[in-house]
């Protein structure tokens, strides 16, 4: 078939047109910010820190201290005695007090009669028997401390002397010193459980534990941490064969994302207060982190099927990139249609706290984009188009939210950072705090309230 020239030069023109229509562009993209910056959110809250230490612990110390010869006692020229450790003392508790029974052997000497005249004797003895100790706890300046009495002696055998030919018993000769035995005994009971019982290396310890930076999300770089800033007690008490003091953990709570906090605690800033009461409520901040590829997945399903512009002047976005440059979220849209090529746009990311979603304010089209636009395709400049093109950016946040929750809340249930720490708790609510960026994504910190507390149990007294 052949074609007259006028027609074939009407065919070239229309193809000619058709390809000017469809223009390449390439403006130049903004450059990623590399800079790693760290995003953090701080708030100030009060973590309940029990610790509980068995009485078997105290028990082991102080058999471990306490052997032999415990007192001596010269001050009488007539009664002499010593008294001896001769089993294990073991603990109990009863009614809220420590109850301690205490295996001892006296051994003494009694000197009788008229010394003048030259008419005296000495007998020695020696008894055994069990005396039983009555102990209230309390804890002063993170020591445990104890004020004891004896309630009962009882004597395997009551052995006699011959004195002046009668059988005298030996318990009734040194009756006038057991109130200063029964006072040396209990004094020294609350010694040896003071010198064993100073739990503030141990709470140090597990606060410094529990005070390391934890990464939440190795993806998102997401760390918490606490910085103590003073720590309250209140009363110890006996319960269930324990004591129990519970503590109150003054410290700033921080969430953060990028570079891995610093361990910056520092026993020596810390001060130690005695309350009456600690509550158990807490306030921490946690972070939702939505990363740049994942936003941009979620909006380029937004664009799928969606037409822009008028006309003969209609583009589709194909693909959607978000990242971070200088303190602004860079946009990238893939386009084919009447534009081929990219366009690339700027906005700051908003949390609409209603729809739990994350939107874009002051969308623009980047300098370099604009600049070409107008000279090649202003109708893409016009408001409207920009307009539909910021309703199918925003994307839902819940998802993000929802996982950021349960992270947090597998640290609340019995982890232990280290042998005997445990952190148990929940979160109550989650309210919307504030929203930031960097290089990794978009992050909305939401404030927590809740539960927690830090049990430290069974420090080895050593």
Known sequence: MRYSIPILV????????????QKNIKPIAPPETKNKTMLFSTTTSLLSVPITVQLNEIERQLNNGLSGLIYEDNTDDDLKYKIWKTGAITFNEKNGKIISSFPLK????????????????????SMNGVVEIESDTQLVNFKLTTRSHITSIKWKESPTIELFGKSVAITYLINPAL??????????IDEKITGYGDLKPYVIEGIKTICKPILLNEAYESWFYMTPIEIYSTTARAKNNSIHINLGLKCTVNTSIGIQPKDNFNA???????VKNIPTDFNINLAAVSTYESAGKVITQNFKGEEFGSGNKKIIINNVALWENN???????????????????TATPIFDKESEEIRFEDLAYELSTKNI???SANWLVKGLVLNKIKENCSYSL????????ETFDTYLNNYSPSEGVYINGQTHSLTFEKLEFNQIGIVAFMNAKGEMKVTIENPKLD
């Open 10 to 21: 009407m065919v070239l023109l229309i193809i000619v047109v058709g390809c000017k229509s």
């Open 106 to 125: 006296i051994d003494g000497s009694y000197k009788y009669g008229v010394s003048a005249l030259g008419l005296s004797d000495t007998k020695k003895f």
């Open 179 to 188: 109130y200063f035995m029964k006072q040396k005994i209990s004094s020294t």
């Open 268 to 274: 020596n800033k810390l001060s130690f207060k005695a």
């Open 327 to 345: 303190n602004k979220i860079v946009i990238e849209l893939s386009v084919e249609g009447s534009m081929n090529g990219k366009i690339f746009l």
């Open 373 to 375: 636009l107008l000279k």
């Open 398 to 405: 819940k998802t993000n939210l929802k996982e950021g929750k």
